[in-house]
């Protein structure tokens, strides 16, 4: 298939173009400079002009709780325009199969764990990434409005737990939490630190899967279309503590310290856990342990990053 991903050079975008399966497709992967998202205009001419068979929306303004809390403006108008522009021009282009990536921070912060898919807009969002989530939110809907409306239309939600491994960024200011403590654990260690801060009571329980396994999935979702469903988690279906992936994350990179908590930060939700039924009934697990991810982040941090 000829096949258009945006966000071709992101963490998840670069991890589905680089899987080996992805080479008996054409891939339309334009950059940013290449292609504007936020320009409605461009993108209708771009994809009525290439006529892909299938787009994979994974672009995106991204961060962790820092950035979404400095930024909320940019966070929710960004990606509700660039959602919006794809999603639209797919459609009156007559593109007819397309993947959303969505992100389980448009689950209630009080809903029940495991978070299931149906309890989108079931309840307050949490507060700290609530742009963010909002943006989502009206693009899982959208594909849900168009497919309702007609049919032939596969416009289908993937909702993926936190992820984290090549490409990520590394920047405490605008990374998720698992590759900001890599780094922050890397220069302590560096810096012979003998302590180092976490966040809270390091209790809140969070799922992170390697960015290479949510590739795999997307090899399997596109060779069974069909059968995926309208919306559906991707993660492991477990989760660990903060206090667990700081121990995790030490362990791999040697660091010997110890940890103390700032009881005055920010935490997020207690827990975001996906409810894995419907992954398990399409057929697909992930792949990669946490100390096995962890060890391949690390290595493409001191090859890339650190260098």
Same mark, same amino acid.
């Given at each position: 298939?000829?096949?258009?991903?945006t966000? &071709?050079?992101?963490?998840?975008? =670069? *991890?589905?173009?680089?899987?080996?399966?992805?080479?008996?497709h054409?891939l339309?992967?334009?950059?940013?400079?290449?292609?504007?998202?936020?320009d409605?205009?461009?993108? %209708?001419?771009?994809?009525?002009?290439?006529?892909?068979?299938?787009?994979?929306?994974?672009?995106?303004?991204?961060g962790?709780?820092?950035? $979404?809390?400095?930024?909320?403006?940019?966070?929710l108008?960004?990606?509700?325009?660039? @959602?919006?522009?794809?999603?639209?021009? &797919?459609?009156?282009?007559?593109?007819?199969?397309l993947?959303?990536?969505?992100? %389980?921070?448009?689950? !209630? =912060?009080? &809903?029940?764990n495991?978070?299931?898919?149906?309890?989108?807009?079931?309840?307050?969002?949490?507060?700290?990434n609530?742009?963010?989530?909002?943006?989502?939110?009206?693009?899982? =809907?959208?594909?849900?409005?168009?497919?309702r409306?007609?049919a032939?239309?596969?416009? /289908?939600?993937?909702? !993926?737990? $936190?992820?984290?491994?090549?490409?990520?960024?590394?920047?405490?200011?605008h %990374?998720?939490?698992? !590759?900001?403590?890599?780094?922050?654990?890397h220069e &302590?260690?560096?810096? $012979?630190k003998?302590?180092?801060d976490?966040?809270?009571?390091?209790?809140? =329980?969070?799922?992170?899967?390697?960015?290479g396994d949510?590739?795999?999935?997307?090899?399997?979702?596109?060779?069974?279309?069909?059968?995926?469903?309208?919306?559906?988690?991707?993660?492991?279906?477990?989760?660990?503590?903060?206090?667990?992936?700081?121990?995790?994350?030490?362990?791999?990179?040697? #660091?010997? @310290?110890?940890?103390?908590h700032?009881l005055?930060k920010?935490?997020?939700?207690?827990?975001?856990?996906i409810?894995?039924?419907?992954? /398990?009934?399409? @057929?697909? /697990?992930?792949?990669? %342990?946490?100390?096995? @991810?962890?060890e /391949?982040? #690390?290595?493409?941090? *001191?090859?890339?990053?650190?260098?």
């Amino acid at each position: 298939m000829k096949i258009f991903i945006t966000g &071709a050079s992101g963490m998840v975008g =670069r *991890n589905i173009v680089e899987h080996p399966l992805m080479a008996k497709h054409s891939l339309l992967t334009p950059n940013s400079k290449e292609l504007n998202l936020l320009d409605s205009s461009a993108v %209708s001419h771009y994809v009525e002009a290439n006529q892909p068979d299938m787009i994979i929306h994974c672009a995106g303004k991204v961060g962790g709780i820092q950035a $979404n809390i400095a930024e909320p403006v940019d966070f929710l108008v960004h990606n509700i325009d660039i @959602g919006r522009n794809v999603i639209m021009a &797919a459609k009156s282009s007559g593109v007819k199969q397309l993947i959303n990536m969505s992100s %389980s921070c448009m689950y !209630p =912060r009080a &809903a029940q764990n495991p978070l299931a898919e149906e309890l989108i807009l079931q309840g307050e969002l949490e507060p700290t990434n609530e742009g963010y989530a909002i943006a989502k939110i009206m693009a899982t =809907r959208l594909c849900e409005y168009i497919t309702r409306e007609d049919a032939t239309y596969h416009y /289908k939600t993937v909702i !993926p737990c $936190n992820l984290y491994g090549r490409y990520d960024k590394f920047d405490p200011k605008h %990374s998720h939490m698992l !590759p900001a403590v890599i780094k922050k654990i890397h220069e &302590a260690k560096e810096a $012979n630190k003998m302590e180092i801060d976490i966040w809270g009571d390091g209790t809140a =329980r969070r799922e992170f899967m390697y960015a290479g396994d949510l590739a795999d999935f997307i090899v399997y979702a596109i060779e069974k279309f069909e059968k995926m469903p309208q919306n559906i988690n991707v993660g492991l279906g477990h989760d660990y503590t903060i206090n667990e992936y700081y121990e995790a994350i030490a362990k791999v990179i040697g #660091y010997k @310290g110890k940890f103390v908590h700032d009881l005055s930060k920010p935490v997020g939700m207690k827990q975001k856990l996906i409810d894995d039924t419907k992954l /398990k009934m399409f @057929g697909w /697990k992930y792949q990669t %342990s946490l100390e096995s @991810g962890i060890e /391949k982040t #690390y290595a493409y941090y *001191n090859k890339e990053v650190v260098k």
